[in-house]
């Protein structure tokens, strides 16, 4: 019996007629949860009555244990109200979020849109019951571009004040291939390459990293490789070796694609970022109930100083502050709050249509992001595929919006106290800013609490070689 009906469920699966699991963590400890039977073989007289019982022949049953799982069921709740919101506002085929504590690797919340009710499966396809978070990997598109910028900062390939000479909308890369922006610029700094989405910067770093660069970049943070995660049918995502990376592959990734990535694997990433530069591992499962109902951890799990160290924390840091600036002059402009310092990072990405090339119509508008940026407490990724592009298609459009209103109703249910306003950018990197204006960094006034926010928002529930658009 499922009480919460279909909240988390692809999280929980489902069971068959015989109480068997059929999926998710159902599946995944159905010997776990089941138990075993016991075992008795009596000695009987004539008359078949029971007489004596050997003490080989008889083992006790043993009932199923109870596991406790880190999610979170309000934030589960607000999860999947916003992911529905914005599926259904922009008339998507599908969505899925995650939301992560980037401190410890606790998933809080993890969602699909459409979903079932695992109390009548039949009503349900195997296609609906996918866990696509974890099942279908795309190419991210611009949500990429982070993890690219972070080491070439770790590795002095980059500084933050570096110039492009991006000069337009349009540029040809050294052998001869279109690279487009939606809007032209004339010189970008490597803060506004990332701020504003600039694919035509993007493919410039690139060409500087060189392939082995980008490679290692991606590996860093074991993109193409499973999270480990407590659940089944986890898929890697792909990264191709590199021996099989060619002069297109440089600003192909550059943009987020020849590559496949899942929506966990983005939030364990921008974990990194939030927490110092720790590589954290996802997990569901916070342990099991003894007979006192005292919960018991099934593993020892590490402290965050004792994770692997993969991003130094000063350049982790910068990579917050400048991910600010996407929500206050970049492509997530509109989205962020007014209580929290929300860092985060917009994509959109054509699909693939196979042979066929790249759609025109079919977009994944996508938005990874964490807050408060100066103590980070959550980071989450919110995937909505095929939007309707006759009302949006944007990630800053589709997807920031429902994102940022989801991240503001967690912290005001945490209680996390409200943000200091946004310190500028420095002197040295606001002299090279495109169009900068400090009065952007005023907040506006407000004097809500936590408890009112909460109380608010509750109400809500390369194509062959064509180049992708910037988000």
């Not at 007489?51 to 008889?58: C, F, K, P, Q, T």
Request: proline residues 7%.
């Amino acid at each position: 019996y499922y009480p919460m009906g279909s909240i988390a469920a692809h999280l929980l699966g489902g069971t068959g007629k015989d109480g068997k699991g059929l999926e998710g963590l159902e599946l995944k400890f159905d010997s776990t949860l089941a138990g075993k039977d016991g075992y008795c073989r009596e000695l009987k007289d004539a008359r078949r009555r029971p007489i004596n019982v050997a003490a080989e022949d008889y083992i006790a049953p043993q009932h199923g244990q109870h596991l406790v799982l880190t999610i979170d069921a309000n934030i589960q709740m607000i999860a999947e109200q916003e992911l529905a919101a914005a599926c259904q506002k922009n008339r998507a085929k599908r969505g899925e979020v995650v939301v992560m504590d980037p401190r410890t690797g606790e998933v809080l919340a993890l969602a699909n849109w459409p979903t079932f009710n695992p109390q009548n499966l039949d009503d349900s396809t195997n296609e609906l019951r996918r866990n696509r978070v974890l099942t279908d990997p795309y190419e991210p598109g611009s949500t990429i571009k982070p993890f690219l910028v972070g080491p070439a900062l770790l590795w002095g390939v980059a500084k933050p004040n570096d110039v492009f000479p991006i000069h337009g909308a349009h540029w040809r890369t050294p052998y001869g291939r279109p690279i487009t922006d939606v809007h032209g610029y004339d010189n970008l700094c490597l803060w506004d390459v990332l701020v504003k989405s600039s694919n035509i910067g993007m493919c410039m770093l690139g060409e500087r990293m060189g392939n082995a660069r980008l490679f290692t970049a991606l590996k860093t943070f074991e993109f193409g490789r499973p999270t480990g995660i407590e659940l089944p049918a986890e898929d890697g995502g792909r990264v191709n070796p590199l021996g099989r990376w060619g002069k297109f592959s440089t600003d192909s990734v550059s943009q987020g694609y020849e590559l496949m990535v899942t929506p966990l694997q983005l939030a364990r990433a921008m974990s990194v970022y939030a927490n110092g530069g720790h590589l954290v591992k996802p997990h569901l499962i916070r342990g099991a109930l003894d007979a006192q109902g005292r919960v018991q951890s099934p593993i020892d799990r590490p402290s965050l100083a004792d994770l692997p160290q993969v991003m130094d924390p000063n350049v982790a840091a910068a990579m917050r502050r400048i991910l600010c600036d996407v929500m206050v002059r970049g492509t997530g402009r509109g989205a962020g709050s007014d209580t929290w310092n929300i860092f985060g990072k917009t994509g959109t990405a054509h699909i693939s249509s196979g042979k066929a090339g790249y759609s025109d119509s079919k977009f994944t508008s996508s938005f990874i992001c964490g807050a408060p940026a100066e103590n980070p407490r959550l980071v989450a990724t919110f995937v909505v595929h095929e939007p309707d592009k006759a009302i949006a298609h944007y990630g800053g459009a589709v997807a920031a919006p429902n994102a940022c209103k989801m991240i503001e109703r967690c912290l005001a249910y945490l209680q996390v106290p409200s943000s200091p306003e946004l310190t500028p950018p420095p002197a040295a990197i606001t002299s090279l800013l495109y169009a900068y204006d400090a009065r952007l960094y005023k907040r506006k006034a407000t004097n809500s609490s936590p408890a009112q926010i909460e109380s608010a928002v509750d109400h809500n529930t390369n194509q062959t070689h064509r180049e992708p658009i910037p988000n």
